[in-house]
């Protein structure tokens, strides 16, 4: 098993070396989780990827937006999540800009809550330095999400 090891790790530093693209690899200090909200209320991530304006330059970044499955309790019938990919000039994310509206929407239905979901996605040119997500909860329902967490991370 280690003799396996080791040809694997040789193989992805030549990859490396040779400018290959080895793809899915993920950098835990490139990745932002955040809770569902509790109530009707949106919640933004606080903090934010800093992309130092890699945008359009770099091809070989893509971000990968997960939605975690979520229950009856968490998301009741009618009620919706809705993702949005967001940006901004600032670290904290004030002032924030949509890059990607509504990119996922999870609706209650059936009483079986929501299955998880995923949207994949480069940054244009123009976005700005920092980005981040939020999710906005809407519909009638008393569900409470905030047991579980949504994340952004950037895919290499």
């Not at 070396?17 to 606080?46: E, Q």
């Not at 909860?137 to 290499?156: N, Q």
């Amino acid at each position: 098993m280690n003799g396996l090891f080791m040809t694997i790790l040789s193989l992805v530093g030549l990859m490396c070396l040779l400018g290959m693209a080895i793809p899915n690899v993920k950098d835990a200090a490139l990745k932002l989780t955040r809770a569902l909200p509790a109530s009707t209320s949106a919640v933004t991530t606080v903090l934010a990827i800093d992309t130092q304006n890699v945008g359009g330059q770099e091809p070989d970044v893509e971000f990968l937006l997960s939605a975690p499955a979520v229950t009856t309790a968490q998301l009741p019938d009618t009620k919706t999540m809705t993702y949005a990919v967001v940006m901004s000039a600032n670290s904290d994310l004030s002032g924030p800009t949509t890059l990607y509206p509504s990119v996922i929407v999870q609706t209650g239905a059936a009483s079986a809550g929501a299955a998880a979901a995923t949207f994949r996605f480069r940054l244009p040119s123009n976005a700005s330095r920092y980005i981040g997500f939020s999710v906005t909860p809407s519909g009638s329902g008393t569900g409470d999400a905030s047991g579980v967490s949504a994340t952004l991370e950037a895919v290499f």
